[in-house]
């Protein structure tokens, strides 16, 4: 998500910009050995047929999403941050303010209380499809050696409940690497060092591959797992982009090999240069059962935006659909959301939860004392030290109001974003108990649009 990282002129410019400045990638023959035939996949997977995303009835899958942002890699903008925003950045603040015990219990918590089986049901029973789950390396590969997959790797278990809970409520999973050993973008979300050295250094390019081996092995039977999205927005236009565009299909080629040793089921969705959004990097499909993404916000929303979209996936037969999008305003989403699906594609909007925002579907409610951390979050570290800090107690308080906050029963859904995207916002049954009815809640200049409760 480059929300934080472009001023609203430059990110509505940078797709038209970057259309006319990238050359196009020669054309090149697609090996045999990346080709899996097309009765090669195990029957009950979804698969990318012509420019649609198809059910094992040949009938259109059509990619309703939202992306799970913040649960696995947090985001500055996401704890009203504005100056720490990187995951790491992120923890440095709540240790600082916290302590190292109460940090660690802090974190432990908020992966358990963010995202629950009542957040997965409720996106279900409101027509959702789909849920984009951004990763990040630490949770699956092992942090004192990262060559090596870390067997009992937190996210193994987290993905696992996340698959199960999908699997009871009939919603597919988009597994994406948000955060690449070394780092694929160059930026703060793919908690790196500023540079994308993940094209860089070969041990980086081998442990990515490792983990999407060891990814695909473990889920190549689960139809609940649409299908893979292998890199988040990599390389983003502040780089060497002449140097690196021309190393992001070879890689995606790489990773499809290795995903295909061991899973011949799912699709696999390649994400385009320059926070996805250029195309110019790719030539023609080099293996079966491709798909293709991009990512656009705040963009017009009108065909000249998407046309080179639409093009691409005519020309070479290949479903697109919008990764990332959204963190605007309801007029917009239907406004974007049509467009595409006028051309077929589906889409996926950011995020699902947030911190006190009306542009998300789960916003959570700020807790008191929190403005006293968002104030260390939004300096830079040397002045930490100059600064009056809050107690740790308070700290821990607020903390913990914070992961109250967030469990789904006491976030506000924000209704009209469920229906700015032409589904209905309806509160999930869990177990054998009998569905809720939706429950207004009031309206207040701070939360403007209309709301509802999930009891």
């Known amino acids: 998500m480059i929300r934080c990282i472009l001023p609203l002129a430059a990110a509505l410019c940078l797709p038209a910009a970057l259309a006319v400045a990238q050359p196009a990638t020669p054309a090149a023959a697609p090996p045999a050995a990346l080709a899996a035939p097309a009765d090669a996949a195990a029957p009950g997977f979804v698969r990318a047929e012509g420019t649609r995303f198809v059910n094992p009835d040949g009938s259109t899958f059509p990619i309703k999403g939202m992306s799970f942002g913040n649960w696995l890699l947090p985001e500055g903008y996401m704890f009203k941050f504005t100056v720490q925003r990187s995951p790491q950045d992120i923890e440095d603040v709540i240790e600082y303010l916290a302590g ?20 997965v049901a409720f996106l279900a029973a409101s027509g959702f499809t789909t849920v984009r789950v951004p990763l990040h390396w630490k949770f699956f590969l092992d942090r004192a050696n990262p060559d090596q997959v870390d067997p009992n790797g937190e996210g193994w278990a987290l993905i696992d409940r996340l698959v199960g809970w999908a699997k009871a409520h009939g919603i597919k999973l988009i597994l994406d690497i948000h955060a690449a050993p070394g780092g694929q973008t160059g930026v703060n979300h793919d908690d790196g060092v500023g540079y994308p050295l993940t094209f860089y250094v070969p041990e980086y390019k081998r442990r990515t591959i490792t983990m999407w081996r060891a990814i695909a092995a473990r889920y190549k039977d689960e139809t609940a797992v649409l299908g893979y999205d292998l890199l988040n927005e990599p390389i983003t236009p502040y780089h060497d982009t002449d140097f690196l565009n021309s190393r992001l299909e070879p890689f995606y080629r790489e990773l499809v090999e290795a995903i295909r040793a061991v899973d011949p089921n799912h ?59 959204g963190e605007l305003n ?34 959570i409610n700020k807790p008191e004392g929190w403005d006293a951390i968002a104030l260390f979050g939004s300096v830079a570290k040397s002045q930490w030290p100059e600064m009056e800090k809050p107690s740790r107690e308070a700290v821990a308080a607020t903390l913990r109001a914070y992961l109250d906050n967030a469990r789904f029963a006491r976030t506000t859904i924000r209704a009209s974003y469920v229906a700015s995207l032409g589904l209905t916002a309806t509160c999930p049954q869990l177990g054998s108990a009998p569905a809720s009815a939706a429950t207004p809640a009031a309206t207040s200049p701070s939360t403007p649009s209309p709301v509802i409760s999930c009891p």
């Open 100 to 119: 190292p015990e109460e940090a660690a219990r802090f974190w432990k918590e908020f992966r358990e209380a963010y995202i629950q089986e009542a957040d």
């Open 267 to 325: 699709p696999i969705m390649l994400a385009g240069a320059q926070w996805s959004t250029n195309f110019d990097v790719f030539g023609p499909p080099f293996a079966d059962n491709l798909g293709y993404t991009y990512h656009m916000f705040w963009a017009g929303p009108q065909r000249s935006s998407i046309q080179k979209y639409v093009n691409f996936g005519n020309r070479w037969q290949v479903p697109i659909f919008i990764g990332e999008t």
């Open 330 to 363: 309801d007029e917009w989403n239907e406004k974007f959301r049509t467009l595409n699906e006028r051309f077929g594609l589906g889409w996926s909007f950011w995020t699902y939860k947030n911190l006190d925002t009306p542009s998300t579907v789960s916003s």
